[in-house]
């Protein structure tokens, strides 16, 4: 198991193990955060990346290890407490409830009122800035039902941006999104300034987004480090199986140019 510094503040999980019906899905892995980093998780699918999140964010129990944020004791935790500090954004957003976006943002305030307490002008005033940061203010109004999958996306960023989290941890937050608002999605996520854990699938953002990333495949992490250092042609091809060159592009920043796939289980990419 890879030793992992403790960070003076942020998000710290040590050997842990997860498994879903019996079979192991996440094998002793160690990842850390601190305060103010955007890390990228990364992998193909079904490596384990999910699964690790749902950890984090006590959707699913471990089986071994230990997982911490800042002072705080996440598998311990009553989940109150977690969501005064900790915020998700899951990959798949169900809003079966029939709200308005501003009524579906003001839930991020839960964790921070208690039983019966009035809505307060601050909390207005956070519902109303998270609804504008995420450019849906001209839709406060509109029921959640009518809005496209990549609108659903941002209303759920902007109810984890109402909870005034310390962390968040994001699972594949750009799906349903355009390019345009996968940008602007994720650079008000880094402008935020706090710790950050992403499962992200595009290389390109988390070339562009990550201070450091994990390389996770079959449960386990096979590399990390800045992106730049880690994401090399043979990594790539060694876990996603595909011809790939990094180059930098006309701005300095990292970039994939991909080819043919190769075999795969002794199969052609085609079967």
């Not at 911490?68 to 109150?80: H, S």
């Not at 964790?111 to 940061?133: E, G, I, N, Y």
């Not at 109004?141 to 960023?157: F, K, M, P, Y």
């Not at 079959?218 to 199986?241: F, Q």
Request: glycine share 8%; net charge negative; charged share 20%.
């Amino acid at each position: 198991m890879a030793e992992v510094a403790s960070p003076r503040s942020g998000l710290v999980a040590r050997g842990v193990s997860v498994e879903i019906g019996g079979s192991p899905i996440v094998r002793d892995i160690s990842i850390s955060a601190d305060d103010g980093e955007f890390v990228g998780v990364i992998g193909p699918n079904g490596s384990g990346k999910t699964t690790l999140l749902k950890a984090l964010y006590k959707v699913l129990a471990p089986s071994s290890g230990t997982i911490t944020l800042n002072d705080l004791d996440l598998r311990r935790a009553r989940p109150v407490v977690v969501a005064q500090q900790l915020a998700v954004i899951s990959q798949f957003q169900t809003l079966s409830f029939n709200l308005s976006v501003r009524d579906m943002v003001a839930l991020g305030r839960s964790p921070h009122q208690k039983h019966l307490q009035p809505t307060s002008s601050h909390d207005r005033a956070v519902v109303a800035q998270a609804v504008a940061a995420v450019g849906l203010a001209d839709r406060s109004d509109q029921s959640i039902q009518t809005l496209s999958g990549g609108e659903t996306q941002r209303v759920a960023l902007a109810r984890a941006l109402a909870q005034e989290p310390a962390f968040l941890v994001l699972d594949e937050p750009t799906n349903h999104l355009d390019i345009r608002h996968q940008l602007h999605v994720l650079d008000i996520v880094r402008e935020l300034a706090i710790g950050v854990v992403a499962a992200l699938h595009d290389l390109h953002l988390a070339a562009r987004y990550c201070d450091r990333v994990y390389v996770v495949n079959a449960g386990r992490v096979v590399a990390s480090g800045p992106p730049a250092d880690v994401l090399t042609r043979e990594l790539i091809g060694d876990v996603y199986g595909v011809e790939c060159e990094p180059f930098r592009d006309p701005r300095g920043l990292l970039a994939f140019s991909y080819s043919s796939a190769h075999p795969i289980s002794g199969r052609t990419a085609e079967q």
